[in-house]
């Protein structure tokens, strides 16, 4: 699991109370302070956090241990995240609640404990909050700070899914996949994958991938399999990229073209997956001795466009983003405990699989 995020610099910590204090008027509203880390602007954003939470707004609390975690706008600080999620929690806040119990996770400004996450996640998947619950399947899944059991953790994931979780569209799809606590059924799993891949998902555009390159729950289509591996590759999916590279080797579902092939293993190489980076250095060396030292360049190049290019379609969105006309968000200032909140947050945090 990783700090992930339902927006990918700063100024020191030690000079934003200074500025705060030399700039009142700014971000006197927790719409305003949101607003302000919407569009980017970090440095009001934190101020207008870091006063409401020192009043004790759960909200602005839990966004500023989010600032604190992401390193936006100050730099990275779990143990400084951790005290503003914990005091955010502790007045009831169910997205508190569920990022506290992923630094504890992922041990985090706090040692390691799975049973203390599980027990947080709990808490807020009861109050419906849609992240804790999609966290809370996956500790079942897992088998971490719970005994695993794949139909607790199918449960959580459906109530999770209800409320349009991406990530537990695609862990419910995997389920059926792979038969873990259903039946399997591929029909099934073809269902749940498509929607989270038309939805942007990386990894469950190379799993839909995979079901049209198998044959199951679809008519085996290589075509349609190279179609959401690319989609898939351009999310910088390590795994994608490698088998891009071997259909684009052996002809398969896109014309046969080396240059092609050696690029996308040329990017699956760096894989943080192990095995996917030595099958990459495997293939990339069979595939480079068919091919001139200037066909490998010309290969190479193609690669850091497409590394590259991720990047700038993000940029890009988000350019258009800030040239849009914001309207403040309209809720209160504050949050009563123990609501099934859906309270203004950056993003999402983390994102177990």
Known sequence: MRIATILLIGLTAMFLPAIAGAAPAAAQTFSQAFAAYERGDYATAYRGFRRLSERGNARAQNNLGLMYAKGRGVPRDDAQAFRWFRRAAEQGLAAAQDNLGIMYSEGRGVPRDEVEAVRLYRRAAGKGYASAQFHLGTKYSQGRGVPRDYAEALRWYRRAAKKGDVRAWFNIGIAYAK??????????????????AGRGDAKAQFSYGIMYSEGRGVPRDDVEAVRWFHRAAKQENATARYLLGIMYEKGRGVQRDLVRAYAWLYLAKSASDAAIGSNAEAALRRVGRRMTPDARDRARKIAIVEALRPIDERVKRLMKQSSRPRKPPSQPSSSAPGRDESENAPESFGSDR
């Open 179 to 196: 038969g873990q606590g259903v039946p399997r059924d591929d029909a099934q799993a073809v269902r749940w994958l498509r929607r989270a």
